[in-house]
Structures are given as C-alpha cells and as structure tokens.
C-alpha cells in the first residue's frame, strides 16, 4: 500500500494516525457554531475537522422513516420529520466558503463528507482535496463511481457492511481509476457497544483489499480510539461536539471539547509509545545497561595457570566493569596469566593472551 499524500499531508503506514475531528451536522445549521467548532478541533490538535455536505431532496424521500436514534434524540416523526431535520442542517456554498475560511485560519484541513452528485460537484468546485464517503453510502454505486470520476483520494466508512461489500466498493473505485484509498472499520450505531467494535476487522480488510485502514469511532470513551491507533489505524475518525445537550441526532454521542482535546493528546501519546518497531537499547536505559547487568568476575582468588571454571568464576553487578556473560563459555577453560582477586572483574585484556 503506498503512501496517500493530499494537501500538505501523508497517510501510511509509516506515517502519524491522521485524526479527523467530526463535526458533522452538530453545527445544527449555524455557522457561528460551526466556526465555534473549527476551534475546538483546532485547539485539539486534530489534523481535519470535518462536515457532512448534502441537498436533502437528494438524499431522503420525504416521508423517510427516522433510524431509532433520531427518534431517541429529535422526537419521532409527528414531531419533526426526518426530512426536515436534515432541511435544517443542510450547508449551502457560502457557509461551506466561509467555513474553509475559518479553517484556513486556523491552520487545520477542512474536509466533508458528500451524500449526493451535487454536493460532490460542490466540493471539487471548493478544491477539497481529499473525498470521504460515509457509510450509508459504502454501496451506492453510482455515487461512488461518480466520485472517483473526480480524480481525488478517498476514505471510505465501512459501517453495516460485510466483506463482501467492502471489496466490492473499493473494486469499484479502482475499477474508475482511484488507488489512492483508506477504509474505515466503523459500526453503525450510535453510540455502539464496545464489544461490536470490532477493530480486529482492520486487519482483514488491509490484507483482503490491499489499502491503508483506520477507524471510524462510535463507541463510548477512549478505550476503542487508543486500541485502533495502537492496532496500526491510519485514520482516526471521533465526532465532537460543543455540548452534548445540544438539540440533533449526533451530540448524544459525540465527544466535548475538553475530551476531544485529551482523546487526541492520548493517541499521540499512543503512537510515540509504539516506537519504530525496532528492538534496540533506548537511551533512557543505556545508562542502566551497565548499572543493572552483571559481568564476569573472580568467584574466589584466581592463581596464575589456573583454568577459569565455574568453581571460580561467576557473573556480579560490577558497575560495567569485566566481560558479558555472553562471553562465558569462550573463557571457560583457558588459563589464567596472572592472578584475581574475589570478586575483581575479569576484562578483556585479563584474557587476550589466555590459552
């Protein structure tokens, strides 16, 4: 799998997880929150904020059943149809300018996730760099072959697919020309039990479809986000949002800001702490080396032309002097040219001229 680059950023392997704080609709259709949003993910440290872009009479027959969560957190149908709330949420071009003004600002990549033709068209025409496609599209053909049309790299969620799937959509963006493609293990519900996280699934679609994977992050707490940067996640996806007592669908299972900003001091933590992978003497311990080792010394007073045996030799904390231990078994038997003290160290010189 080669390296994605887009912007001024890289996504591999050998590369830090690329976090993307989710904004999603929690702006609930303001701008000021959304800015007040682009802060927070800002602030975090997180790499790209990101919304959701979309017309609504593309996206939704009008009469659409709610998802069960939506019911739990905006009230059934009679209350406001699920048509509607997304009416209420929808982005329109100036407010997408303005906030990747905002984000410019400040330093972090803005990205969104487009649920119909128009809104992709929208995105190219704002430059977006990279595409993400959410999961409720994972199977939508045309959209994705529509996307791929557009010559970007894309992050495709995965929730409620199998296998099966899987391989079929990133087929698809292949088959239209993209290569440059991440695949996010996600489960999609909202919030969803840690034991359906099933991160382990990262590995399979990595090995089964050749692409860089990470996580797209439903569960409750950090324990999920830390197990996935540590499992090698190259994308790291968390909605966030300003109050989870906010009206919307999404806030119930989003992080707040002074989470948000702890969640990914954490991953960074997680990564250093995972290391090139290279098993050597760190330099925090090398001073120890030598401190906590033991090393070749005199068991008991050593003659001249003795043989070093395990009757008088042993290995002692020395403080780095005398040989490694590793060296026993070629010192073992030669004769001794001079003599040793109990316990003083024997050294490479000591043995030089030992036969």
Not at 126 to 153: C, R, W
Not at 203 to 228: L, R, T, W
Not at 324 to 350: A, C, R, Y
Request: proline share 4%; with cysteine; aromatic share 6%.
């Amino acid at each position: 799998m080669n390296e994605i680059s887009f912007a001024d950023s890289i996504i591999g392997h050998n590369q830090p997880c690329y976090i993307i704080a989710e904004a999603g609709v929690n702006h609930n259709g303001s701008l000021e929150i959304g800015c007040k949003l682009i802060d927070v993910a800002a602030d975090a440290g997180a790499d790209a904020v990101k919304f959701q872009t979309f017309k609504t009479e593309e996206i939704i027959l009008s009469k659409a059943p709610k998802a069960a969560y939506h019911i739990e957190t905006t009230g059934d149908d009679s209350q406001q149809s699920w048509f509607d709330l997304l009416k209420s949420q929808e982005l329109d071009k100036s407010m997408h300018q303005k906030l990747i003004e905002h984000c410019n600002s400040r330093g972090i990549q803005f990205l969104s996730t487009p649920y119909d033709l128009s809104s992709i068209d929208l995105l190219v025409d704002l430059e977006i760099p990279i595409f993400k496609v959410a999961s409720t599209d994972a199977n939508n053909l045309p959209l994705l072959q529509y996307m791929a049309s557009k010559g970007k790299p894309i992050i495709l969620s995965t929730a409620m697919c199998d296998l099966r799937e899987v391989k079929k959509s990133v087929s698809i963006i292949r088959d239209a020309g993209i290569n440059d493609i991440v695949v996010l293990q996600c489960t999609g519900s909202y919030p969803a039990p840690f034991q359906q996280a099933n991160l382990s699934a990262m590995k399979e679609i990595a090995q089964e479809c050749n692409v860089a994977v990470g996580y797209s992050d439903h569960v409750p707490g950090f324990n999920a986000a830390i197990s996935a940067v540590a499992m090698g996640a190259c994308v790291y996806e968390k909605h966030f949002t300003l109050d989870r007592n906010l009206p919307g669908p999404d806030h119930r299972s989003s992080l707040e800001p002074k989470e948000l900003k702890e969640l990914i001091h954490i991953l960074r933590e997680t990564e250093a702490m995972l290391g090139d992978g290279v098993k050597k003497v760190m330099p925090c311990e090398a001073n120890n080396r030598s401190i906590l080792r033991k090393f070749i010394v005199a068991k008991k007073m050593i003659n001249i032309g003795e043989e070093f045996s395990i009757e008088n030799l042993t290995t002692k904390r020395s403080g780095g002097q005398g040989l490694e231990p590793g060296m026993w078994n070629k010192i073992i038997g030669l004769k001794s040219v001079q003599m040793f003290d109990k316990d003083q160290p024997i050294t490479e010189s000591d043995v030089k001229d030992c036969k």
